[in-house]
């Protein structure tokens, strides 16, 4: 008894070190993510361009991450005076995703075929973000699928009916033989 006693006490007690680590792991987490840099905070992207899908080298970047398609967008400092002539100044500017300050957006970016290699405007960071499904293409998809299964469809039906024709010619020639039609 006294050993099952000693065996309960130093589970609760393991639990409750558990429990404190991840509070103390959590504190050390948001104290970590308060002030930071202030470019990292001070960030604005605006969406530039539709959603494309990723070059097959890039699948594993977050910006493709979880549907293989990308966008660009431009990000500037929110201190900085706003880029003039922006042909999306109607779009609301947004952050990126939070607990990606320190991710790919800032350094990986890769220019498309058709935009120059500098920023379009003196302030602005071009990078890539993440966006949904593209959805000319999952109709595509779609249909293929569609058109696939009714060409699966026919074919099953057809092998169904040559079946059946072939059986029923041979119940047929069967019953004849069983009843003297057919004398050999």
């Known amino acids: 008894m006294r050993l099952l006693s000693t065996l309960a006490t130093n589970t609760v007690i393991y639990i409750l070190l558990c429990c404190l ?31 494309e899908p990723c070059p097959s080298d890039e699948l594993d970047k977050p910006f493709c991450q979880p549907f293989g398609n990308r966008r660009l967008i431009h990000c500037h400092n929110s201190t900085s005076s706003t880029p003039s002539g922006s042909s999306n ?19 990986e970016y890769h220019p498309p075929p058709s935009s120059p290699h500098s920023p379009s405007s003196v302030g602005e960071t071009p990078a890539w973000e993440s966006c949904g499904r593209i959805v000319s293409q999952e109709r595509a998809d779609f249909y293929e699928f569609i058109a696939c299964n009714v060409l699966f469809a026919i074919g099953a039906i057809l092998v169904v009916y040559v079946r059946s024709r072939r059986q029923h010619a041979l119940h047929a020639r069967q019953l004849a033989a069983r009843i003297g039609l057919i004398r050999r």
Do not use: K, M, W
């Not at 987490?29 to 969406?47: V, Y």
């Open 89 to 107: 100044a109607h779009e609301v500017p947004r952050l990126p995703p939070p607990g990606q300050h320190n991710n790919d957006y800032e350094h």
């Open 21 to 51: 680590s991840a509070v103390t792991i959590a504190l050390d987490i948001d104290s970590q993510a308060g002030p930071q840099n202030g470019t990292h905070q001070e960030l604005i992207c605006i969406p530039f361009g539709v959603c």
